[in-house]
């Protein structure tokens, strides 16, 4: 049975005097909004090296981010508690902010919107006890345990974060109630001295539900059958080789190899290529991406941003052809065009940046059998593990876990691992020739801009087929 999640106490009872605090700086300012959040996040792990049972701190906080534009500059200030007692406080900080404030920002923009939403789970984590939940990762790691000898060892991992957030401006009272969970099985498998790893991650949308897709007896077999036959893999000769990408893997591609470059934060600084090709073709005719809030259903989905823009669902190429980036209001401003509803923060003590939301390729029409069955001499990748790119360059580095050969349009069982991705991205983009109809979208991972301020995001599409550079 369905449930929604339920809102934050703290929130509601902070929210009447949020909106006094609004109303007094309103009648100051151009523009004023308060951004509310109460977050809290828990990470359950069982491995060889014991169990963990963890307040994720990173994604646990609650307080309020207020923007005031004073006619020239946005000015922040971000506070624990919104009490009627301390706004006499507070709008005396924020005066003192706003006279020392140098800068020249756009007016945001507020459009009237009221709206709530409550995310559907099935199983809310907090209804478990921490015993019950440590009892089913215990259960799991040992059935993947007992599959084979040669399996060393096998970490399952399990985390949630509920998010609550409201956002009030003169014209806007927006709230919302979120809950995501991931979920992770990494096995390890040794033959002699070589040692090798698989990864496999779960995300929903939801609660501890995701505990029972972990759990199915051919989730364990696809785990330990692929970690031991990482066993027999072998070093790839380099070169340019025909490429079946799996889901996961361009969900990389797309996230790395395009989905920074068109952060218009970037574009206001002059660091992203992307800003010279609108309206340019940068991808083959098969090619069409989108990101957005409300492009999909992922753990990357939410009703607004950070800044009080609506999520949307934002076409960046169609048919090849750059048609957008994404923005933050602030960017937006700048740049003279409508935000996206991508300003994005890591916490309410930190800034909104441009940020990817569900990021990803379109489906296309072809069967994976007939991809492969087109491939005279090349692999298919599998099981991305990490990326980087150059917006300004556009450069791409990626690592890749697994490469099956394909010899004459089958799948020879060789394999070789692990397998570094290299290359200009309108080149990879453009060979791309072949596309699934099956399709798939991940959310176990997070995003950093520059190695810090971490969001949720998600990414994935179908199956590509591509030339791509091997190492």
Known sequence: MKLLL???????????????????????????????????????????????????????????????????????????????????????????????????DPLPTDEKACVSEQTELEIDPDSLEPDQIISKLTDLREKCLKKDERILDASIRFVWQKNHRFFLSKNRDLSESLIWSNGAIVSLAAKGEEVKDYYKSFSTLGGAEILNDMAKDEVIDEVTDTVISLLDSVSMEPGEYECICDPETTGMIVHEAFGHGVEMDMFVKDRALAKEYIGKRVASD?????????????????????????????????????????????????????????????????????????????????????????????????????????????????????????????????????????????????????????FSLGGGGFCGKGYKEWVKVSDGGPYIKARIRLG
Request: aromatic fraction near 8%; charged fraction near 20%; charge should be neutral.
């Open 286 to 438: 098969l090619v069409t991406m989108h990101d957005g809030a409300k492009a999909a259903k992922e753990c990357a989905s939410f009703l607004f941003d950070d800044e009080g823009t609506l999520g949307q669902d934002t076409l960046v190429i169609k048919n090849g052809i750059l048609i957008s980036g994404y923005s933050d209001a602030v960017s937006a401003g700048r740049l003279g065009i409508s935000p996206t509803g991508n300003g994005r923060r890591e916490s309410f003590r930190r800034k909104a940046y441009t940020r990817m939301t569900n990021t990803f390729f379109e489906p296309g029409t072809s069967r994976f059998d007939e991809m492969i069955a087109s491939v005279k001499y090349g692999f298919l990748l599998e099981n991305p593990s990490s990326g980087m790119e150059d917006p300004k360059n556009w450069g791409i580095q990626c690592m890749v876990n697994i490469a099956r050969e394909i010899k004459d349009g089958r799948l020879t069982g060789k394999i070789c691992s692990p397998i570094v991705l290299t290359g200009y991205v309108p080149d990879l983009l453009k060979s791309i020739s072949m596309m699934s109809s099956d």
């Open 6 to 104: 339920p809102v934050s106490e703290f929130l509601i009872k902070s929210k009447p005097d949020a909106k006094k605090l609004i109303n007094s700086l309103t009648a100051i300012y151009p523009y004023a909004s308060i951004l509310g959040q109460d977050a809290c996040s828990m990470a359950y792990q069982i491995a060889s090296t014991g169990v963990s049972i963890s307040e994720n701190a990173d994604f646990t906080n609650r307080g309020f981010v207020i923007r005031v534009h004073n006619g020239k500059s946005i000015v922040e200030y971000s506070v624990s508690e919104i009490s009627e007692n301390i706004i006499p406080d507070i709008l005396r900080t924020i005066h003192t902010l706003s006279e020392s404030a140098k800068g020249d």
